[in-house]
């Protein structure tokens, strides 16, 4: 296979997010996921702040137009041109569901992980470079945008934290981005639909037409049932806390809000926007709550909420702890030691020493599906921030140009199958193709 220079890889990514943008946002991948994904949202706008710091910051503020009146970000908001997807809005129903939902957008009524503020820091860091008229832009179009991320960031710590122990309750796998993960397969085992339910179309293997690549017909049918769950709950925080049937603490998700928190709260300080204490107060509150479900090398884990039980899986969300902060020296050095072990990166077969989504020493590993096994662009860019973050330079670097090379394939995929390195899913993938452009920027 013939490869990409670093040049080549920045000018291919950036002529794929410009075939992916829609004016104001940028789909996720045409035919796959053609309408506008929060935490994809967020990484895109990570890889175009290196492109314009002004087009970035315009892909949040289209995000956050859609944000509910109690702070929720949906993770999907609809184009109304854009071609048929299931679950569209009328599965959804939300504005005719919650008084919260938007009227003039429509939306799904779930979340995806925060990754948002990390983005927002990263688009100031950009305009920096602007020239005196788009650094005013920006940071004036910051401020002003500056109060929606704090009450998403206030609804997360109040609604999906509300017993204080500093992990965000997920009502869905889909919330996690993670959505057919073994982290979930004993909460959904609980997930049983009613009598007579009738599922509906799945658009993914619509547009995929690859089954062996994407959840099974039967996780599908327990997704389908959990939104049918949480329209009945009103899409409500209280009553969706007390009745649904899947009630999950993602440790994962925590630990980016960790570090989200952080990171808007640097925002604030350096424009003077207040509430530094505040931010920083949820920043520690979530540490503590990755750290608390840590074991001895530093391995997180989910908590079932309806058991109250630890869901101790092999899968990458185990590194939240590199992300959050907050490790002991000698258990960040295990944990470090775990990542580029043969059970993660070292594993011998693999194409590229790049964490899977499961370890391949897991028995739920599938090279294949989804979350199951295959390697993810974002996922090696958040590790690599977790490493930086922790101190962890050489073992950031080492992954970031095993990282940046995976991808001189040029392909931009949605995920890579990881012994062959085979592109997966769907093509190109706008995340992916940003990915590529923060790894160039170094």
Avoid at 46 to 67: C, D, I, K, N, Y
Wanted: glycine content about 8%.
């Amino acid at each position: 296979m013939n490869r990409l220079s670093r040049a080549e890889v920045a000018a291919r990514a950036a002529e794929v997010l410009r075939g992916n943008d829609r004016g104001l946002h940028t789909v996720a991948a045409p035919r796959l996921y053609p309408h506008m994904w929060s935490w994809d949202a967020a990484f895109i706008a990570v890889g175009l702040a290196r492109m314009s710091a002004s087009r970035a910051l315009t892909e949040l503020e289209t995000l956050f137009a859609a944000q509910w009146g109690n702070g929720m970000v949906p993770h999907i908001v609809f184009s109304a041109n854009a071609p048929l997807y299931e679950p569209g809005p009328d599965r959804w129903a939300s504005k005719e569901t919650s008084p919260h939902a938007p009227d003039h957008a429509a939306t799904s009524g779930l979340i995806q992980p925060p990754v948002h503020a990390l983005a927002l820091r990263r688009i100031l860091d950009a305009a920096r470079s602007s020239d005196a008229a788009g650094r005013r832009d920006v940071i004036a179009r910051i401020r002003i945008l500056w109060p929606k991320l704090l009450t998403w960031h206030r609804y997360l710590a109040e609604h999906r934290d509300a017993d204080g122990r500093g992990l965000l309750m997920i009502y869905h796998g889909w919330e996690s981005g993670m959505d057919n993960s073994p982290r979930w397969d004993t909460p959904y085992a609980d997930v049983v639909p009613e009598p007579g339910f009738r599922p509906f179309r799945r658009s993914d293997l619509a547009a995929l037409g690859e089954q062996s690549q994407r959840p099974t017909d039967a996780d599908y049918v327990k997704y389908q049932w959990l939104i049918e769950e949480l329209r009945q709950a009103r899409y409500d925080d209280e009553l969706a806390r007390k009745s649904l049937s899947f009630r999950v603490a993602d440790v994962f998700a925590s630990a980016i809000f960790a570090a989200a928190n952080e990171d808007l709260a640097r925002v604030a300080d350096e424009l003077g926007l207040g509430a530094t204490d505040e931010l920083l107060g949820y920043a520690e509150r979530f540490r503590r709550g990755v750290l608390g479900t840590t074991d001895e090398d530093g391995f997180a884990a989910d908590v079932d909420l309806r058991t109250d039980t630890a869901l101790r899986t092999k899968t990458i969300a185990g590194f939240a702890a590199l992300l959050s902060g907050g490790l002991d020296a000698e258990r960040r050095r295990r944990l470090v030691d775990l990542l580029l072990s043969p059970a993660w990166c070292g594993n011998p077969d693999l194409a590229y020493p790049l964490p899977p989504s499961t370890s391949p020493e897991a028995p739920e590993f599938d090279a294949a599906r989804y979350w199951r096994g295959p390697q993810w662009p974002p996922m090696n860019l958040l590790i690599i921030w977790g490493l930086e973050r922790s101190g962890e330079h050489d073992a950031a670097e080492r992954l970031r140009e095993v990282a940046l090379y995976q991808l001189t394939d040029g392909v931009f995929a949605e995920y890579y199958e990881p012994f062959t390195a085979h592109p997966l899913g769907s093509r190109p993938q706008s995340w992916s193709a940003a990915v590529a452009l923060d790894l160039v920027g170094g």
